[in-house]
């Protein structure tokens, strides 16, 4: 059971699968909302410039009827080719409006839902869409179901707002046989207009109810099992044993440059039995010795045992190797309060070194070193 539980569907979407998503080109769409704005700014752009584009293109349908004796006379193949192209400009450059503003809504539909989308992997062709089977099995699909049920619905929507319309208007509409032209033409374009406002409001119902869904379906068919989870989290942050291994060398590697200073120090102070602290200082670059090396347990022995090998001097001081352990970073100064009891160090390690260059008197190592009990962790629970 717990297997079957991990291959469902069931974990929302991550951010990683969404991106995914999007670069080949699944976004959200929604065609009952790109179908309401199209059908919403058409009707509002005849709406206001109806009146201009129809006493435009009236004249122009003047122009191209009109036909007079000269005309008959001076009628060439060149004459009639300028009229024609004439015509058809100032036709294009009126209905030019119309075309924007259909064009814009058709572009802003899809960036409403999906945002702007450039994804070159969604042309690639997928033979997979060609399987008839897979086309079937879409059919009758959750989606398909649905699409027909929404077709079902626009068809009856609009087809139930046109019928109510022109029989709640059937006797004005005989009207119109009655009356004036240019009064049955305004008029009848007033009817027309009511019936477009009516059929564009009843598909913004539509939209207003097919864009939950289909933000619902895609969220859906992006959904993750838990295995693809876990597996995306391995894969964004690694997995968990590769990471230790690298954090494993990592701090061989640096433990390693560590004990290639020990030869470069001045001195190590030690725990005997627990700590080690490399020292180095150089009065014409350095404020205050800095610790170069420091460990604990093998540590502390390789260390002691690298200076032994490189002559560097080793001074038994515990509360002070204990101190430098717990308070001093490998590259950093000793702290300020510590600068008196390495002072002392450095100079018995001056002394130290003259004394065997020269061949004189060993000196004794320096004693009751001062170090600041607050700074002195103890000795450790093993000890």
């Given at each position: 059971m717990?297997e079957?539980?991990d291959?469902?569907?069931?974990?929302?979407a991550?951010g990683?699968r969404?991106?995914?998503?999007r670069?080949?080109?699944?976004v959200p769409?929604?065609?009952?909302?790109s179908?309401?704005l199209?059908t919403?700014?058409?009707?509002?752009?005849?709406w206001l410039?109806?009146?201009w584009m129809?006493?435009r293109?009236?004249?122009?349908?003047?122009r191209?009827f009109?036909?007079?004796?000269?005309?008959?006379f001076?009628l060439?193949?060149?004459?009639?080719?300028?009229?024609?192209?004439?015509?058809?400009g100032?036709?294009l450059?009126?209905l030019m409006?119309l075309?924007l503003?259909?064009?814009?809504?058709a572009?802003?539909?899809?960036l409403?839902?999906?945002?702007f989308?450039l994804?070159?992997?969604?042309?690639?062709?997928?033979?997979?869409?060609?399987?008839?089977?897979?086309?079937?099995?879409?059919?009758?699909?959750?989606?398909?179901?649905a699409?027909?049920?929404?077709?079902v619905?626009?068809?009856?929507l609009?087809?139930?707002?046109?019928?109510?319309?022109?029989?709640r208007?059937?006797?004005h509409?005989?009207?119109f046989?009655?009356?004036p032209?240019?009064l049955?033409?305004?008029d009848?374009?007033?009817?027309?207009?009511w019936?477009?406002l009516?059929i564009?409001?009843?598909?913004?119902?539509?939209?207003?109810?097919d864009?939950?869904?289909?933000?619902?379906?895609?969220?859906?068919?992006?959904?993750?099992?838990?295995?693809?989870?876990?597996?995306?989290?391995?894969?964004?942050?690694?997995?968990p044993?590769?990471?230790?291994?690298?954090?494993?060398?990592?701090?061989?590697?640096?433990?390693?440059?560590?004990?290639?200073?020990?030869?470069?120090?001045?001195?190590?102070?030690?725990?005997?039995?627990?700590?080690?602290v490399a020292?180095k200082?150089d009065?014409?670059?350095?404020a205050?010795?800095?610790?170069?090396?420091?460990?604990?347990?093998?540590?502390?022995?390789k260390?002691?045992e690298i200076?032994?090998?490189?002559?560097?001097?080793?001074?038994?001081a515990?509360?002070?190797?204990?101190?430098?352990?717990?308070?001093?970073?490998?590259?950093?100064?000793i702290?300020?309060?510590?600068?008196?009891a390495?002072?002392?160090?450095?100079?018995?390690?001056?002394?130290l070194?003259d004394?065997?260059a020269?061949?004189?008197?060993t000196?004794?190592?320096?004693?009751?070193l001062?170090?600041?009990?607050?700074?002195d962790?103890?000795p450790?629970?093993?000890?």
């Amino acid at each position: 059971m717990a297997e079957d539980s991990d291959l469902e569907k069931t974990e929302p979407a991550s951010g990683r699968r969404l991106e995914q998503a999007r670069e080949e080109g699944q976004v959200p769409q929604s065609r009952e909302l790109s179908t309401f704005l199209v059908t919403m700014s058409g009707a509002l752009c005849l709406w206001l410039l109806g009146g201009w584009m129809g006493e435009r293109l009236l004249g122009l349908l003047r122009r191209a009827f009109v036909f007079d004796r000269q005309m008959a006379f001076d009628l060439t193949g060149a004459s009639l080719a300028a009229l024609l192209q004439n015509l058809f400009g100032g036709a294009l450059l009126t209905l030019m409006p119309l075309f924007l503003v259909l064009m814009l809504a058709a572009v802003a539909s899809p960036l409403m839902l999906g945002g702007f989308l450039l994804a070159p992997k969604a042309l690639g062709i997928k033979f997979s869409r060609l399987d008839p089977l897979q086309g079937i099995k879409r059919m009758f699909s959750l989606h398909g179901l649905a699409e027909m049920l929404k077709a079902v619905m626009k068809a009856g929507l609009i087809g139930g707002v046109g019928a109510m319309v022109l029989w709640r208007n059937r006797d004005h509409l005989f009207d119109f046989m009655t009356e004036p032209l240019a009064l049955a033409a305004a008029d009848f374009a007033g009817t027309v207009a009511w019936i477009a406002l009516l059929i564009v409001s009843s598909l913004g119902l539509l939209a207003l109810f097919d864009v939950p869904f289909q933000l619902w379906q895609y969220h859906k068919n992006l959904r993750m099992t838990k295995e693809e989870v876990k597996r995306e989290n391995k894969e964004q942050e690694g997995d968990p044993h590769v990471k230790g291994r690298i954090r494993a060398m990592q701090r061989e590697m640096a433990r390693r440059r560590m004990m290639a200073e020990v030869p470069k120090a001045d001195v190590v102070v030690t725990n005997p039995a627990h700590f080690s602290v490399a020292l180095k200082y150089d009065a014409a670059r350095m404020a205050a010795p800095i610790v170069v090396a420091k460990g604990r347990g093998e540590t502390a022995l390789k260390i002691r045992e690298i200076a032994r090998a490189h002559n560097v001097a080793l001074l038994e001081a515990p509360p002070l190797a204990r101190a430098l352990h717990a308070h001093c970073e490998l590259g950093e100064s000793i702290p300020a309060a510590l600068f008196t009891a390495v002072a002392e160090v450095m100079a018995y390690v001056y002394q130290l070194n003259d004394a065997m260059a020269r061949g004189g008197q060993t000196p004794p190592p320096p004693a009751d070193l001062p170090v600041p009990a607050a700074l002195d962790p103890g000795p450790p629970p093993e000890a």
